[in-house]
Nanobody
Framework: QVQLVESGGGLVQAGESLRLSCAAS????????IGWYRQAPGKQRELVAH???????NYADSVKGRFTISRDNAKNTVYLQMNSLKPEDTAIYYC???????????????WGQGTQVTVSS
């Protein structure tokens, strides 16, 4: 099992910044992808950004240029730096950890409990 601890959410005004953290512990995998998803009221959960243990990153178009994902592999921690926040960024942000074992095509997903980000106009 992999446990995820998220932190860093809060209430900010438009244009301000927040940094989210997701720390993984337990039976972690050497090959993994850690990402941030968000879900606004009445909307589906969507990918915000993810980072692989191999160094690849991917961002949703809506956050490119404003959000930066980074990771500290030694700490199994991923950070999401969110700048120039907009009211439409308001959502619950969830951390997702995907671990890849030895069997090809087999992966294991773990989700954090979520952290609220609210951006006021």
């Amino acid at each position: 099992q992999v446990q995820l601890v998220e932190s860093g959410g809060g209430l900010v005004q438009a244009g301000e910044s927040l940094r989210l953290s997701c720390a993984a512990s337990g039976s972690t995998f050497n090959i993994n992808v850690i990402g941030w998803y968000r879900q606004a009221p009445g909307k589906q959960r969507e990918l915000v950004a993810h980072s692989s243990s191999g160094g690849n990153t991917n961002y949703a178009d809506s956050v490119k240029g404003r959000f930066t994902i980074s990771r500290d592999n030694a700490k199994n921690t991923v950070y999401l730096q969110m700048n120039s926040l907009k009211p439409e960024d308001t959502a619950i942000y969830y951390c997702k950890y995907t671990g890849f074992g030895f069997k090809v095509g087999v992966s294991y997903d773990y989700w954090g409990q979520g952290t609220q980000v609210t951006v006021s106009s």
